[in-house]
């Protein structure tokens, strides 16, 4: 498989602030990757820096085995960046800034924009000034699928767009992955994407967590429902399941390598496949534990 992302030993700080600490990682071509983490975790930062919005403050980025934030950038339009607060301060009307932006990307699809616009019954006489966070969201999506760049980078931009809007354009962005293109989607909801997911990256206190396939990932676990008392339901590094969404009543996420230390749980297997946040929820409870004096008193 076709890397096309490529980070090594990568920092990134803000004045003495470390954002992301020897980040050293490959993305694959053609995926639909969700990278996911706390609050702050540098999951906007690490975006940015793949557009090449920002500079590294060490180490080694490229994209298409160039740096993204060389002027000399050869791929430039080959990589679309839309974010959560993403704004343009323009007072075109959305039409006239369809036609700027058509000029820009070569491979530009009226009939893909077209398209879309009769499905989302989206005006384009209306300033995007006027327009609701959740329309802007949609347009600029419309946009970037229309321009049929090789990689869309997109930060949050599910938390604004309405059900159905969210279904319709994941749809459509899963499509775009399936037809060659890369997506690279950050989010605090694992739940709206699992269906989508082909690759999960987690940041975690500043570090790389994880960074595999979601096929590779849910191979390395096993659902076990509590059939009976055994000691494997007492072991700190599992982690119990909510039962929403499951028909079972009692359920555990349990490491493979755990599971086969034992040869009487098979009566406890499930046919389940773990959920990305059921996998996600494993992670974060293992994470170190907040130090007494950060604490508030």
Request: proline residues 3%; hydrophobic residues 40%; neutral net charge.
């Amino acid at each position: 498989m076709k890397n096309f992302i490529s980070l090594k030993n990568v920092y990134k700080n803000y004045d003495k602030r470390v954002i992301l600490e020897d980040f050293s990682f490959d993305l694959p071509e053609g995926k639909f990757i969700t990278l996911i983490g706390c609050n702050g975790a540098g999951k906007s930062t690490t975006l940015r820096l793949l557009a090449g919005d920002e500079p590294i403050t060490k180490g080694e980025l490229t994209v298409f085995e160039k740096d993204p934030y060389s002027y000399s950038y050869p791929f430039r339009k080959d990589v679309f960046l839309i974010h959560e607060n993403y704004e343009i301060h323009l007072h075109h009307t959305m039409l006239e800034m369809i036609k700027i932006y058509r000029e820009t990307f070569p491979r530009w699809s009226n009939k893909i924009f077209n398209q879309m616009a009769k499905d989302r019954k989206i005006s384009l006489k209306k300033k995007f000034s006027e327009l609701s966070r959740g329309q802007k969201m949609q347009f600029l999506l419309m946009m970037a699928l229309a321009s049929r760049p090789k990689v869309l980078l997109l930060d949050e931009i599910t938390s604004v767009i309405d059900i159905d809007g969210q279904r319709y354009f994941l749809d459509l962005l899963k499509q775009f992955t399936v037809d060659g293109g890369t997506v690279v989607i950050t989010t605090n909801i694992l739940s709206e994407l699992n269906e989508y997911t082909d690759h999960l990256v987690l940041l975690q206190d500043t570090k790389l967590k994880l960074n595999n396939s979601v096929a590779q990932i849910q191979e390395d676990f096993v659902i076990l429902e509590k059939l009976k008392d055994h000691e494997i339901f007492a072991n700190t590094k599992i982690s119990k399941i909510r039962s929403s969404g499951y028909d079972v009543k009692e359920i555990y996420l349990v490491p493979v390598i755990l599971y086969q230390k034992y040869s009487d749980l098979e009566d406890c297997l499930t046919s389940y496949k773990p959920k990305l946040e059921d996998i996600l929820i494993f992670h974060f409870k293992f994470k170190e534990n907040t130090h007494e004096d950060e604490l508030v008193a």
